[in-house]
């Protein structure tokens, strides 16, 4: 975040940025404690609209089905799993 930004300018921030998607605020997800980098994670839902352009940031960009997801192998970040595990409650709902 930058000084003076609210965590939803961020988000949308960066989607512009490092996507080049334009992108709307559909939820929180939640925030998480990511003790290995002594951070924070806030992670919300984000209807995006455009064409892909990755910036340098960016190694890898994949384009996953909700099911795709929800199977992806993401190894030893067991955080982002949680994350998506708690979206996919979030959107039954």
């Known amino acids: 975040m930058e000084a003076g930004e609210a965590p939803e300018q961020a988000v949308l921030r960066e989607v512009a940025e490092e996507l080049g998607l334009d992108g709307r605020i ?7 404690a990511f003790a290995e980098k002594n951070q924070i994670l806030l992670a919300y839902e984000v209807s995006a609209m455009g064409q892909i352009t990755t ?34 409650r979030l959107t039954e709902t």
């Open 26 to 32: 559909v939820r929180s997800i939640g925030n998480y």
């Open 55 to 88: 910036n340098a940031e960016l190694v890898d960009v994949r384009l996953l089905s909700a099911n795709e997801l929800l199977m992806y192998d993401f190894g030893h970040l067991s955080l982002t799993r949680q994350i998506i595990e708690d979206w996919q």
